[in-house]
C-alpha cells in the first residue's frame, strides 16, 4: 500500500480493539495500514468495512438477529414484497427492504424476524393484519403463507453437514448452506480437475478464512480444527460424502500408497456466488493451483491458526484470519 503522506510504502497492520455499538462495547480485530516513514495510521473504505463488520457480527449474534442474508430469504419463502412484510409486521414502509440491504433491526424487530421463519408464527401475523388489506389479496396472502412448507430433508442435511445452527466466530458468521458449499467444491475439483482429500481441507480453509480477512464473513458455513495434517472442516469425512455427484475415486501411486481424490462429471454453478465470492474463490485457486497436497499441507502448518490451536480439540475462531499468512 502506498502511504498517502509521504507516497512511500505502508504496511498494514492489527491489533486488539473495541468498539461501542449501540451503548454495548465490542472487541474486534482493527486493521489498518501504517507509513513505514512517519509511522502515521490510516484505512480504507475496505478495512473500515470489514472492522465494523465484526461488531456487527457480534451484535447480531448475541441477540438473535437475522443476517441481512437470511432476512432476504424469509420474505422469497412467502412469496412477498418488502413492501408487504413491513405491512404485515408493523414496521415502516421501507423498513424490511433497508433490513435486507444491511440496516440492523433493534432487539425487538430482529426477535420478531428471527420468529417469523416459523410459517405457523407468520400466519397469525398475517391474519392480525387481515383488515389492512381487501378480502381479495388477504385471501392471496394467506395462500401463500399456508403453502410454504418446512423443508425438514434440508435441515436433516444441514444438521449432518455443518457442527451447529449458530453463526458465529467458530463458522465466520456465513450462512450454512449446502449448495454454496457444493459449489465451492465443484469449482475446485474442476479448476484443478479432481482434487485429493486433504488439498480440499486446505482449499476450503483458506478460501473461509480470506473471506472472513477480506470481508468481514465466512462462505461456506464450516467451522475447522487443526490436526497434526493442518486445518480441516470440522465433520470433513461427512461433507465429501453428502453429495451424489461428487465421487471420491481411488488412486493408486507407484509407492504403493493410495489417495483418495474427489471428481465430479458436473461443473459449478457460478450463479451461486456474488463477483465478491468469485474473485475470493479464484484468489485461492491462483495461489495454490502449482501446489500439491504436501506442500499446501506444509504452507498450512505455518499459519499461526493452526499453530495456536493443534490438537488443542477447539473450534479455530475465524479472529485467526487476520494472521493469515499464505494469502
Known amino acids: 500500500m502506498i502511504s498517502p503522506f509521504t507516497g ?41 468495512e470489514v472492522n465494523i463488520a465484526q461488531v456487527y ?9 437475522p443476517f441481512p442474508d437470511e432476512i432476504k430469504r424469509i420474505r422469497q419463502r412467502y412469496g412477498l414484497s418488502a413492501s408487504k412484510m413491513s405491512q404485515i409486521l408493523g414496521f ?20 420478531i424476524l428471527m420468529s417469523i421463519q416459523n410459517p405457523q408464527i407468520f400466519e397469525n401475523f398475517v391474519v392480525n393484519a387481515k383488515n389492512q388489506f381487501d378480502d381479495g389479496e388477504f385471501a392471496k396472502i394467506l395462500n401463500k403463507v399456508k403453502s410454504a412448507k418446512c423443508d425438514d430433508n434440508s435441515e436433516i442435511a444441514k444438521s449432518y453437514i455443518f457442527s451447529g445452527n449458530r453463526r458465529d466466530i467458530f463458522n465466520g ?62 465433520r470433513w469425512d461427512r461433507i465429501y460424502s453428502s453429495f451424489d455427484d461428487i465421487q471420491p475415486e481411488i488412486v493408486h501411486f507407484d509407492t504403493g500408497i493410495e489417495g483418495t481424490r474427489l471428481v465430479s462429471n458436473i461443473s459449478p454453478d457460478l450463479a451461486e456466488f456474488t463477483n465478491a465470492e468469485l474473485n475470493i474463490i479464484d484468489t485461492i485457486y491462483q495461489r495454490f493451483k502449482a501446489d500439491n497436497s504436501t506442500k499446501i499441507s506444509g504452507i498450512s502448518h505455518t499459519e499461526n491458526a493452526w499453530q ?15 494472521s493469515l499468512k499464505a494469502v
Request: hydrophobic share 30%.
Open 308 to 322: 495456536k490451536y493443534v490438537d488443542s480439540g477447539q473450534m479455530i475462531s475465524f479472529d485467526m484470519a487476520f
Open 57 to 65: 457480527n457480534q451484535y447480531r449474534a448475541k441477540y438473535g438477529i
Open 8 to 48: 512511500g510504502n505502508a504496511t498494514l497492520r492489527q491489533e486488539k480493539s473495541e468498539l461501542t455499538f449501540r451503548k454495548e462495547q465490542f472487541q474486534y480485530v482493527h486493521q489498518f495500514y501504517e507509513c513505514d516513514e512517519t509511522k502515521e495510521r490510516f484505512t480504507t473504505t475496505e478495512l473500515d
Open 173 to 234: 458468521y456465513a450462512t450454512q448452506s449446502i449448495p454454496k458449499l457444493k459449489n465451492i467444491i465443484l469449482f475446485f475439483i474442476e479448476k484443478f480437475n479432481g482434487v485429493f482429500f486433504t488439498m480440499m481441507n486446505k482449499l476450503l480453509f483458506y478460501t473461509d478464512f480470506y473471506s472472513y480477512k477480506t470481508t468481514g464473513r465466512g462462505m461456506s458455513g464450516l467451522a475447522y480444527k487443526a490436526i497434526q495434517r493442518g486445518p480441516v472442516p470440522v
Open 92 to 111: 415502516g414502509d421501507n423498513q424490511y427492504r433497508l433490513y435486507e440491504n444491511g440496516d440492523i433491526p433493534s432487539e425487538t424487530n430482529g426477535k
